[in-house]
């Protein structure tokens, strides 16, 4: 929403944000952006032509509230603990959180109610946020108290002019902004508590970090817990668990899944099917080493931007080896081994390539945050000219494959991530580079979100972002376009001049990382995996032993078929079985009795429902054969 400010004698007058908001009549509104495009708060003076008022219930809107509302747990926590130690409280999606030290009485999530009824206290004080600038030297002596404070404070520029925030008697480090008071944050709630190292530095202290969600209303409040009831129900980690795909030893190999027979399956599923689709493309396919020299990662830029997560150790000659933690340069390796002509290009690389980092331990989460995975790497090597079109086929073909699986265009958002402050790499490469895969899109009419510094070191790059069954936001495949690396390796290839010329590298990874791609459709189809997917599509179960022979009959049948069909004969009763095998989310519960027998027939019952459909045998089999043909996602029949 635009607002413009009356000039008088051709000069802006300085107008209160609160005045704007009055003349325009914005409700809801809790900060100004300004015509620079920087988010100020609402008893700032404006002196511009044009303002855009921020709702509270828009992402900044929010952002600003969970900030804000982190700022009121600490003043709460200030007067119920006055000797903790504030460090750092930003806005996180979805709420906040604040790394605290408490010193020697670390606090608990008993302690939460408490903490709440204080920070209503504060709201219903109505105490406003007042924004102050002040020089370093002020700084120092306001947070003489506090370490963690005077650390961030010495780390600045001399005659930087450093921002703080009061809210009554609490008073903190921040650019803002804020709401203007504490009455603006009525509808929070404190989540949960966990430990955290100061800077993310095991060897510097340990603090709480508290964690809450905030809105700006009651109803969203509301509705947010029961997503999160729901994302519990759909917990990749418990799925896995109970259909026995796979399992974690924080032991012996913490960050690694170990996949149990009907998770390998689904596993080896998913990249015979990126196989198939890559090979149909014109790709072939390669594998390189898991272990080589680190020279190798000096030469790519990883060592520098990645090498503390890298596992690596020295042999006896003092070589220094490294697990690789990327698969590219070790396709660049392939590419070099042999003369490129412009005749052989473009060369289409893929790699299944199991790559190792080392991620904190409080960052693991199941599959979907490992240490060691799979890529689906792919490599294009092109002249410029075609990567025109290897661009957008590659888009294409992302497409495809997104759609099988039941991920079309309304799911999913482009985001073209930029060059980041660390990289390698002249700027005017970066700028051709942008400004390509920003042309390919606009060529292409797909809309994209632009994310500045969120690209890699040697490129940028487009994100494919997904929303999954219950509207949680996933980044998938990337597409990155290349310049560097392949100076950096001195890779060529000889031009229909004769000349040797540079090749361009496009990366591409549509899943990413398989185990991460597997953690996140579980949760999303509720370990409901179609039945091309699903490591078994079906149980046959007899009412009792005399159908034995027929139940064995009808296996051999599905067996021929290639269908995973299983057979449960055992003593247990028919109720009990149902209940096993819908627990383990199996497609079809096939049960026999006389009757089924006598006509040639199945009785099925289809995961989600209670009734059963009787079908002659045949019929069933080839209603089974077609879904699993046409690759369906439903269970339907």
Excluded at 48 to 68: M, N, P, Q, Y
Excluded at 403 to 418: K, N, Q, W
Excluded at 608 to 628: A, H, T, Y
Aim: hydrophobic share 35%; glycine share 6%; aromatic share 12%.
């Amino acid at each position: 929403m635009k607002q413009n400010i009356k000039q008088k004698n051709n000069k802006c007058e300085a107008v209160k944000g609160f005045e704007l908001a009055k003349r325009a009549k914005a409700e809801n509104v809790v900060a100004i952006r300004d015509s620079d495009g920087v988010a100020r708060d609402m008893s700032a003076d404006f002196f511009d032509e044009a303002v855009e008022f921020i709702d509270k219930s828009s992402f900044d809107g929010l952002s600003i509230i969970r900030h804000s509302t982190a700022h009121l747990m600490a003043g709460a926590i200030q007067r119920l603990f006055p000797k903790a130690l504030f460090t750092i409280g930003p806005s996180i999606e979805n709420g906040f959180y604040y790394d605290i030290d408490f010193g020697k009485q670390p606090i608990s999530e008993k302690d939460f109610p408490q903490i709440e009824q204080a920070m209503n206290k504060l709201v219903k004080e109505d105490i406003k946020f007042v924004r102050k600038e002040i020089s370093k030297k002020e700084a120092l002596e306001i947070f003489k108290g506090n370490k963690y404070k005077l650390e961030i404070i010495k780390q600045l520029p001399e005659k930087e002019q450093i921002t703080i925030y009061s809210m009554g008697d609490y008073i903190d480090l921040c650019r803002g902004p804020h709401v203007p008071s504490t009455r603006y944050l009525k509808y929070f709630k404190l989540t949960k508590i966990s430990g955290a190292y100061w800077k993310a530095d095991q060897n510097r202290e340990q603090l709480q970090r508290i964690y809450g969600t905030a809105w700006d209303s009651n109803e969203k409040l509301t509705q947010w817990f029961k997503f999160l009831e729901e994302a519990e129900r759909r917990d990749h980690k418990k799925i896995c668990k109970a259909m026995d795909l796979c399992h974690f030893e924080p032991t012996f190999a913490p960050g690694a899944p170990f996949y149990h027979p009907k998770g390998w399956f689904i596993f080896r599923t998913f990249i015979d099917f990126l196989r198939d689709m890559k090979f149909s493309n014109g790709y072939v396919e390669v594998a390189t080493p898991t272990v080589m020299n680190r020279s190798l990662w000096e030469t790519s830029g990883h060592w520098e931007k990645y090498g503390e997560h890298n596992y690596s150790g020295k042999m006896e000659d003092q070589t220094q080896f490294c697990v690789k933690p990327m698969n590219c340069p070790g396709g660049i390796l392939v590419y070099k081994a042999a003369p490129k002509s412009y005749r052989d290009l473009p060369i289409r690389m893929a790699e299944f390539g199991r790559v190792n980092r080392y991620e904190p331990s409080g960052s693991l989460n199941g599959l979907l945050r490992v240490r060691e995975f799979t890529q689906d790497d792919a490599h294009i090597f092109c002249t410029l000219e075609q990567a025109e079109v290897e661009i957008p086929n590659a888009i294409s073909l992302f497409e495809k494959i997104y759609g099988v699986l039941g991920f079309d265009r309304s799911h999913m958002e482009i985001a073209l991530s930029t060059r980041p402050e660390k990289k390698i790499g002249s700027e005017k490469v970066w700028d051709a580079s942008e400004k390509f895969l920003a042309d390919s899109l606009d060529k292409l009419k797909i809309k994209y979100k632009l994310q500045p510094g969120e690209g890699a070191f040697y490129g940028p790059k487009l994100e494919f972002g997904f929303s999954d069954a219950i509207g949680r936001s996933w980044q998938i495949g990337t597409i990155q376009l290349d310049m560097n690396l392949p100076s950096r390796f001195q890779m060529e290839y000889v031009g229909s001049d004769g000349a040797k010329h540079e090749p361009v590298m496009i990366h591409l990874a549509c899943f990413g990382s398989i185990e991460r791609f597997l953690g996140m459709y579980t949760e999303h189809c509720e370990g409901k995996f179609p039945l091309w997917v699903n490591p078994v599509q079906g149980v046959i179960i007899n009412v009792n032993d005399s159908v034995n022979d027929y139940c064995q009959e009808i296996k051999n049948i599905f067996d021929k078929k290639h269908f995973r069909i299983e057979a449960d004969l055992s003593n247990s009763s028919i109720q009990s079985k149902i209940k096993q095998y819908s627990e383990q989310k199996t497609p079809y519960i096939i049960v026999i009795g006389a009757k089924e027998k006598t006509g040639k027939q199945v009785a099925v019952r289809v995961f989600g429902n209670e009734n059963q459909q009787i079908f002659k045998l045949d019929d069933f089999v080839e209603k089974l054969e077609n879904k699993i043909n046409k690759r369906e996602l439903d269970f339907k029949i």
